[in-house]
């Protein structure tokens, strides 16, 4: 073990010794793709080799005929400067004697809303081990591959970095891969410069993992095989919404072209994305689109006449597990939380995105909402995927101090205030911690949220002016109280940051914070709640529902404005399903589980419904029904998952790392519900069945998680644990098992438990 974290370190510490290497045409073209090789001879097998592999903009590595890596690379950039590399290890694949490296690389050309182009095509290839060392340089062979081509018209939109694929078969150079392959035709590659050379600059080692391959898989239904196609389009099911090649094996003539497609592309964009085309040659032939699309279906357009012999589909994705879990007495509530999932995931590669094909694109406050699914969704290989948002987003700041999203991006460098205050506040960079205990990760990037946070002005009134951006958006849809919208975010930004300098032990900023958040709250109530709801009295719209939501969660609202703010919710609807996510934890949090879950029925009941998406859409509808053009997967709709895990099951940290952990369910008519979560500490799970006078919760945590239980304070007259009386008539009983803490809001009896696997019975 000591070796081979000895070796580990002594690999990260190598200086690259390796060259930018490309080819002498198409360096800059858009849609270029390239392919290189290297033969070298071993001596011996070495016990470990790590090569280092960057390339502008996407890779494919073979190592001795063995697919190594599909699609390596990450979209550039970890700042607007730099690019990330690749650590992948060969040792598997390397034998004595003569071995082959071969790699093809796809350079998108083009920036777009989640990459930006270096402007030239290149690979670095650093592989240093004792006894090894394999660097890229002219003595590497490499060629333009011509076969892969750039599809006519209609064009992906401007949002996308990538091009639909035309592969001509024709031009198709055989099995360069291959050792015995004959690359005489292929040139010197050329010398770019070494490594943190310009335009790459500084190479960034890749924070997340290396793609999940599912491997080549047959489709759900399809004829049987060989067929000879008819000229009618063959669509094939896939088992959900996924990030997908299609494949095909076909005998034909030259010169035919085959289309693919998905449904998204060809009904659900809902702008143009990305197909993939390929010309024939003759004979029997196979192709796998190396371009990721997704959908629920795979539409293959071709020609008549040609035999049809296998179709496939590889799916790939970010590299995690869905450890979480949820189940309850209600299907809805099952169907929610299983397509947020769903939706979760395929928005889930290079960065969280808003959706996987109109833009793949890293909206901040989307990632916010992503990022609180995945704590209770997924396994921990998901949290690195929030911190590299988190760091880009600090990484991209703009020499003003203001901060934007999407990044990492080309074309795009605007400021939308309230999604930026979501992520640096109190459900962005507090929640990661509060679920990771990252200390590094809230150490680096605290300067750079401060100095945002600095740029937002007070308005000698106690609350905050408001700060237009560079757009002025505060949701999808209508009746947008603007001003309250922006002061909430503020406020949810400075309780994450004074949260985020406690722990650090910066205590003068802590102090301000808290000065800010003390003069606030009063001077909010005073000049927006009118009685019945919270306005600016400067705006003529309907109330809007968000605002009442936020003021909750934030703590601004006290208790005695519940019940009117309750009835707003039953009367007002104007939160899209970003933000309706809110309006779903307000209602918890405020004590009206029935009322919550009954709103959420009604606005997202046709999309949990439709039995043909497995993913909720980015509006109430599709289409023109939706928001900006509306997707049919977008995750900003899935908040639902994380608040039926957090608050009807009640699994929430209440120290960084789940030291502490509440599970404090709020079932209300709810008759049955569990939930599981993998925390950095171990597994949590919970599970309560709800009767009428009688209330069972069961509670596992691992060691080192100490739990605060909480049963619903529901009229109940004993409670045991263990099968041991720890309250009856209102008291708490002396017990060996748990002590009593006092509930601030009335609604739950509450228990402080060491780890363990406990279980309470209440009865009235």
Not at 496 to 522: C, H, Q, V, W
């Amino acid at each position: 073990m000591f070796v081979a974290i000895l070796m580990a370190i002594q690999i990260q510490a190598q200086e690259w010794k390796a060259k930018w290497i490309s080819t002498m045409e198409s360096q800059s073209a858009t849609n270029t793709w390239l392919i290189y090789r290297k033969t070298v001879d071993i001596s011996s097998k070495p016990e470990k080799a790590i090569a280092k592999i960057a390339a502008d903009s996407k890779y494919w590595l073979w190592v001795n005929e063995k697919l190594v890596v599909f699609e390596g690379g990450l979209k550039r950039g970890p700042t607007p400067t730099d690019t990330y590399y690749d650590e992948v290890d060969l040792t598997p694949y390397l034998s004595e004697g003569k071995n082959t490296i071969a790699i093809r690389l796809w350079y998108f050309g083009k920036d777009g809303f989640s990459h930006k182009s270096s402007g030239r095509a290149g690979l670095i290839f650093d592989c240093q081990s004792p006894g090894l060392n394999i660097q890229s340089d002219k003595s590497w062979k490499a060629a333009v591959a011509r076969a892969y081509q750039t599809a006519g018209a209609p064009l992906p939109n401007f949002r996308l970095p990538e091009s639909s694929i035309r592969f001509d078969a024709r031009e198709d150079a055989g099995f360069w891969q291959g050792k015995d392959y004959d690359d005489k035709w292929m040139s010197s590659a050329m010398e770019m410069g070494p490594a943190g050379s310009y335009p790459w600059n500084a190479l960034k080692l890749r924070p997340i993992p290396l793609w999940k391959d599912f491997g080549l898989k047959p489709y759900k239904e399809h004829k049987e095989f060989p067929f000879v196609s008819t000229g009618d389009t063959i669509v094939c099911e896939l088992p959900y919404n996924t990030q997908l090649t299609p494949y095909f094996k076909i005998e034909a003539t030259e010169g035919q072209k085959i289309v693919m497609a998905t449904d998204n592309y060809l009904f659900y964009g809902p702008e143009t994305n990305i197909r993939a085309e390929y010309i024939t040659k003759n004979g029997v032939q196979e192709y796998e689109n190396p371009g990721w699309i997704n959908g629920h279906r795979m539409y293959y357009f071709i020609p008549k006449g040609i035999k049809v012999l296998d179709l496939k589909y590889r799916e790939t994705g970010y590299n995690t597990t869905f450890a979480g879990n949820f189940s309850s007495s209600d299907p809805f509530l099952n169907a929610l939380w299983e397509k947020a999932k769903r939706t979760l995931y395929i928005t889930m590669r290079d960065t969280y995105m808003d959706c996987p094909e109109r833009e793949r694109a890293q909206w901040t406050g989307d990632a916010v909402n992503e990022s609180g699914m995945a704590f209770y969704a997924l396994s921990q290989s998901s949290h690195a995927l929030s911190k590299k948002w988190l760091h880009e987003l600090a990484a991209w700041q703009r020499e003003d101090g203001v901060m934007y999203a999407p990044v990492p991006a080309g074309n795009w460098d605007k400021e939308l205030p309230c999604q930026v205050t979501a992520s640096i506040g109190y459900y962005g960079l507090w929640n990661y911690y509060l679920h990771t205990g990252d200390r590094q990760t809230i150490t680096d990037l605290y300067p750079a949220f401060k100095r945002y946070l600095n740029l937002w002005e007070m308005d000698g009134k106690g609350t905050v002016k408001f700060r237009t951006g560079d757009w002025t958006w505060g949701d999808w849809g209508d009746e947008r109280d603007m001003h309250l919208i922006y002061n909430l975010w503020y406020y949810l930004a400075v309780k994450g940051m004074r949260n985020t300098a406690l722990e650090l032990g910066k205590t003068d900023d802590a102090a301000s914070y808290s000065k800010i958040m003390d003069e606030f709250k009063p001077a909010f109530n005073a000049q927006f709640w009118n009685g019945a709801a919270y306005r600016d009295p400067a705006y003529k719209g309907k109330t809007d529902d968000r605002v009442q939501a936020m003021a909750v969660v934030a703590g601004i609202a006290d208790k005695e404005k519940y019940p009117a703010i309750l009835n707003l919710f039953k009367t007002e609807e104007h939160a899209s399903p970003y933000m309706e996510k809110y309006v779903f934890e307000a209602s918890f949090m405020m004590g009206y589980a029935d009322e919550a879950i009954a709103r959420h029925k009604k606005r997202f009941g046709p999309m949990v419904a439709n039995k043909y998406f497995s993913t909720l859409f980015e509006g109430w509808g599709i289409g023109t029904e939706g928001f900006g053009g509306g997707t049919v997967n977008h995750a900003w709709s899935g908040g639902g998952l994380t608040v039926l895990s957090q608050y009807l099951c009640g699994i929430e940290p209440l120290s960084p790392a789940y030291k502490i952990c509440q599970v404090l369910p709020r079932p209300g008519s709810v008759e049955k519900a569990s939930a599981a979560i993998e925390s950095v500490a171990g597994q949590i799970s919970t599970a309560f069945i709800n009767q009428k006078n009688k209330f069972s919760l069961d509670i596992t945590s691992p060691d080192g998680v100490a739990i605060v239980a909480g049963i619903p304070n529901q009229g109940y007259s004993k409670i045991t644990l263990n099968n041991t009386v720890v309250w009856q008539n209102g008291k708490y009983l002396k017990n060996k098992y748990a002590n009593s803490i006092a509930d601030e809001t009335d609604q739950h009896i509450k228990f402080s438990l060491q780890p363990g696997k406990w279980k309470f019975v209440a009865v009235k």
